[in-house]
């Protein structure tokens, strides 16, 4: 059974950085997953921060420019870099995954693998 563990969040600063982590287990064929950061922010709806596939990545425009998303077969690990943070960056961070290629936009319903979050907290 495919599991997710994110790690890397935080409390900083507007204008800092914090780079996510999302280690994988129990997957086989780690690359063929189509890997994806989300988000909760408080008072608004989940957001799909950035996804990544064979060749191809995709960012919400609110993070574009700032958030780069990376992930390493190898180790079963997907990141997230996140710099210029702002405090509308606030939010559990989760990474999800889905065995096929990545859709052009995220949709939340079409991850079967979640993990638990992680916290970030940017301040002015």
């Known amino acids: 059974q495919v599991q997710l563990v994110e790690s890397g969040g935080g409390s900083v600063q507007a204008g800092g950085s914090l780079r996510l982590s999302c280690a994988a287990s129990?997957?086989?064929?780690?690359?063929?997953?189509?890997m994806a950061w989300f988000r909760q922010s408080p008072g608004k709806e989940r957001e799909g921060v950035a996804t990544i596939d064979v060749g191809k990545t995709y960012y919400a425009d609110s993070v574009k420019g700032r958030f780069t998303i990376s992930r390493d077969n190898a180790k079963n690990t997907l990141y997230l870099q996140m710099n210029s943070l702002k405090p509308e960056d606030t939010g559990i961070y989760h990474c999800a995954a889905r065995y096929a290629l990545c859709f052009a936009r995220p949709v939340g319903t079409e991850f079967s693998v979640w993990g638990q979050g992680t916290q970030v907290t940017v301040s002015s």
């Open positions: 129990g997957v086989t064929y780690y690359s063929r997953y189509c």
